[in-house]
């Protein structure tokens, strides 16, 4: 197949839609002159950098956990030490706001898409949560850091964060007194997947993982006492299995390579996965060891990744639209904290997952009230208008909103009207972009599907660049990516 | 799928233009059989985990004021139901309820292996799923699914919110979430939504595309069905400054204006109480009780009373001793409440909790809350409660 320079510029801008987060016109036009293959080596090569989230100061959260520790174990508490308490609490929230916050600006930002791309990924794959923004982040950085290495690294780390120790209640794991939880969803949901692997491998297993706990410092910490070394039954090997020896075994089955792959193609390439792409992808994986790199880049150098079912067909997660978004049109935010309610509201509250299995994704993100809410954000956040909607309430804040409470006044259920106030950058937007493209063009860049002729229609009449780019970024087309 | 199959299965079949659905037009499209005995569930949410035992109050059993030095209600401030359990003092509104037989307390409601994280356990609660399995659809969204006679229609479940619950999405339909009809109606009638869907045939055979501009077409549709049929609708009743009661006053227009809605869900919250419990719980407690009591009586002065039921929950208990904040922690086991003009068992339902025999300081369940949810599909709703909670349950006999 010969490539035009056209098909070549909506291949480039679909494996940065699908890689990253879009891509300014001004990259794309000098991308688009490059073969492929080439501009993939090149976005690997240039997200080998690791750049980690430093907000969270370890040692002022260290401190304040050796607090709160204190102030747990004790039975009575004085007015002081409750307010304390409560002040630690509610510090730690601010801070897990930050921590969101400053990820999101991260994205918008970063010169390493591919990578901040897999940890979104994997941010959903080993969905979890926790109030302590120390831990969180540890988590974040892990899924960062490791996100495009080797899978087997990043299981084992993620595996031994506090987060997840804690989330999945790894601390009562203990010798002769199993909890089960960890060793579940890790063939459940972070491996195997469902079907392939009976109660008995998790029983046995969560024993292989009794004593894996951490410290006060949010450091992985192998409990000898409460580890149980007698001999495990495991998938039919007999030994005395640690927890990474069980990992290994789990690696093993080629079960995992097709379990992740196909989670990868649905993140990247189609919510509907094609069994024979998935299985060379799944090949692959295996065959690397699994080397997440050679992974993404067998897919995106497959020819598939950019046939006509898989480009501009994927509805974008919130994340996906609020950062794209964001992201090519240089907004700044004034008050950031729009940002989380307005993550709330389209229902993906990053470091809040609905539960450890993820987010569902796909047409799961769509009702009406989301679709009409995606559809005036556009205008909200380019032309900084006023939200008259709120999010629900997260449960995690109930006793925030239980303390906050008053008796009868409460006509608005406690939410008060606020605007974006937000800024696009549009004289450096329209700076990228050539002096002489029209807004049919425009409307080329902008959109993934192809346009039908209602779109070429209604741009046609239209007046300027801006308010092409509003218009265009309200419809429901741009919802896809 | 070509474009009339997409049509044909979206329900959006109608004589004439295939752009007005039939029930753009409600009055010829239904039968008059429709109109009367149209019967509506309001789920009612609280968020937080509400303390069952300070608002149902086993005042008869001493062990209740054994475990609450400080936050236990007073024998004499308890409003007497029986010799056993009281209602909370703020509760005065739902007395009169009580006595008119429109209200049934259903005791101890929970599940196996119960989780004490407040997100997990909504989850669980809005899924209908056993404690760990995790579903991404939830009860209501799986009833619209099933596509049965009572739920064929996008507004078949209205949320009175901004968003959407779990609990109201299924698969392949959803409920419909708004705060305020009008507001609607006017962003779905805007020049821009509408060109939007101008014409477009072309996009409704593309799978995601597709799914979109079905959802733009159906949110618009509903958005003048509610707002033509609601508008004109004017209520006598008052209801309290709140907006737990605002939400509730908006379900009541719907119904007394003979919204062919079967399910409304509106959630008030705040139940968190850990520390200084007493009044915030009062407060909330008392914004409840006013609220329901005004839309009961509301809908009793409509004739809708008979063909409602109201179901509340919340996504666990509290531990039955109290903590050193004079708060309450995360517990299990809740009672439930319905009201309705058809209740078949009125009053307390099953025993009060056994404050003896508890599992490490909680309450065990008598009862799963998918027996109530399947109660009501059964029942109520007409459909198999197999087919939507995924295993057969016990139905029990308050309605």
């Known amino acids: 197949m010969i490539m035009s320079a056209k098909d070549n510029f909506i291949q480039v801008k679909h494996l940065y839609n699908r890689a990253g987060f879009g891509i300014s016109y001004t990259d794309l036009s000098k991308l688009s002159k490059k073969n492929i293959n080439k501009v993939v080596d090149a976005l690997l090569q240039n997200s080998k950098k690791d750049d980690p989230i430093t907000l969270v100061n370890d040692s002022e959260s260290k401190r304040q956990m050796l607090v709160q520790a204190g102030l747990y174990s004790k039975k009575d508490l004085t007015d002081e030490e409750k307010k304390m308490r409560r002040e630690i609490v509610q510090m730690q929230n601010e801070v897990s706001r930050d921590l969101n916050i400053a990820w999101v600006s991260k994205m918008i930002n970063t010169e390493t898409p591919l990578r901040e791309k897999m940890t979104l990924f994997w941010h959903g794959h080993f969905a979890c949560r926790n109030n302590n923004p120390m831990y969180a982040q540890q988590l974040n950085n892990i899924q960062r850091q490791h996100g495009l290495g080797s899978f087997r690294t990043l299981l084992i780390e993620v595996s031994k964060s506090p987060a997840m120790l804690q989330y999945l209640n790894n601390q009562q794991n203990k010798k002769g007194k199993p909890n089960e939880n960890f060793a579940r969803e890790l063939m459940e949901l972070f491996t195997l997947g469902r079907g392939n692997y009976t109660e008995k491998d998790i029983k046995e297993s969560a024993r292989s993982f009794t004593g894996w706990t951490y410290d006060k410092d949010g450091t992985f910490l192998f409990r000898k006492n409460q580890h149980d070394d007698g001999t495990k039954t495991f998938f039919g090997k007999i030994g005395n299995f640690e927890g990474e020896n069980i990992i290994d075994i789990i690696l093993e089955k080629p079960e995992t390579a097709s379990f992740i792959s196909r989670k990868v193609y649905k993140f990247f390439v189609n919510d509907n996965p094609n069994e024979a792409h998935v299985k060379e992808l799944a090949e692959h994986f295996y065959q690397s060891k699994y080397d997440i790199s050679e992974l993404m880049k067998k897919m995106f150098t497959s020819e598939w990744f950019y046939s006509l079912e898989n480009v501009g067909t994927k509805i974008k997660s919130p994340a996906e639209f609020l950062i794209g978004l964001s992201r090519e049109f240089f907004v700044t935010y004034n008050k950031p904290s729009v940002l989380i309610q307005l993550q709330s509201s389209l229902g993906q509250y990053l470091f809040n997952p609905p539960n450890v299995a993820g987010w569902p994704g796909g047409q799961n993100w769509i009702d009406s009230s989301s679709l009409m809410l995606r559809m005036r954000i556009p205008s909200l956040v380019l032309n900084d208008g006023e939200i008259d909607f709120s999010g629900k309430a997260d449960p995690e804040d109930e006793a925030v909103i239980a303390l906050s409470r008053t008796a009868t006044t409460n006509a608005n259920n406690g939410k008060p009207k606020s605007y974006v106030n937000a800024n696009a950058d549009w004289t450096k937007f329209l700076d990228t972009l050539p002096k002489s493209l029209t807004p049919l063009e425009l409307t080329e860049f902008l959109l993934q599907p192809r346009l039908t002729d209602k779109i070429v229609k209604m741009v046609s009449d239209n007046k300027g660049l801006r308010s092409t780019a509003v218009e265009i970024t309200s419809m429901p087309e741009y919802q896809l990516c | ?399």
């Not at chain 2, 477009?200 to 003048?224: P, R, V, W």
């Not at chain 2, 915030?280 to 009793?300: E, P, R, T």
């Not at chain 2, 904040?325 to 439930?336: R, Y």
């Not at chain 2, 399947?374 to 006999?397: P, Q, R, S």
Request: with cysteine.
């Open chain 2, 1 to 399: 799928m070509d474009r009339r199959n997409f049509l044909r299965n979206t329900g959006f079949v109608a004589a004439g233009s295939l752009f007005v659905p039939a029930f753009m037009k409600p009055l010829e499209a239904m039968a008059l059989d429709e109109l009367s005995l149209y019967k509506n569930l309001v789920v009612v949410q609280l968020s937080g985990g509400n303390d069952g035992l300070n608002t149902v109050i086993p005042f008869g059993n001493d062990i209740y004021y054994q475990k609450r030095k400080s936050i236990a209600i007073k024998p004499e401030e308890v409003i007497k139901l029986n010799d056993m359990q009281g209602l909370n003092p703020n509760m005065q509104a739902l007395r009169e309820i009580y006595d008119q037989g429109w209200m049934t307390i259903i005791n101890d409601v929970g599940y196996p292996n119960p989780d004490r994280s407040h997100f997990r356990s909504m989850d669980i609660w809005q899924t209908g799923s056993d404690s760990n399995q995790f579903l991404s659809t939830g009860w209501i969204g799986r009833y619209l699914d099933s596509n049965c006679q009572t739920c064929k229609f996008p507004y078949t479940a209205i949320e009175v919110d901004d968003s959407l619950s779990l609990a109201m999405k299924g698969q392949t339909k959803k409920g419909i979430a708004l705060k305020d009809p009008a507001a609607l109606y006017r962003n779905t009638n805007d020049p821009f939504f509408k060109a939007m869907l101008q014409s477009d045939k072309e996009h409704l055979d593309e799978d995601n595309l597709g799914y979109l501009y079905k959802t733009m077409i159906e949110t618009q549709s509903s958005a003048s069905y509610i707002q033509n049929t609601s508008k004109i609708y004017k209520s006598q009743a008052t209801y309290p400054q709140s907006g737990f009661a605002n939400q509730l006053k908006t379900v009541s227009k719907f119904i007394s204006s003979g919204l062919k809605t079967r399910v409304y869900y509106v959630s008030l919250s705040g139940f968190d109480t850990h520390v200084n419990q007493l009044n915030q719980q009062g407060n909330l407690l008392k914004q409840y009780s006013d609220g329901m009591a005004a839309f009961l009586k509301d809908l009793k002065t409509n004739n809708k009373l008979e063909d409602t039921l109201v179901v509340t929950f919340s996504e666990f208990g509290r531990r039955v001793e109290q903590n050193a904040s004079n708060g309450t922690d995360h517990g299990t086991a809740n009672n439930m409440f319905v009201f309705g003009g058809r209740l078949k068992k009125q009053g307390i339902f099953n025993a009060a909790p056994n404050l003896g025999d508890l599992d490490t300081g909680d309450l065990k369940y008598q009862l799963d809350f998918r027996q109530v949810y399947g109660t009501i599909l059964d029942k109520w709703l007409d459909v198999n409660n197999a087919d939507i909670l995924n295993k057969k349950f016990n139905t029990l006999d308050f309605i």
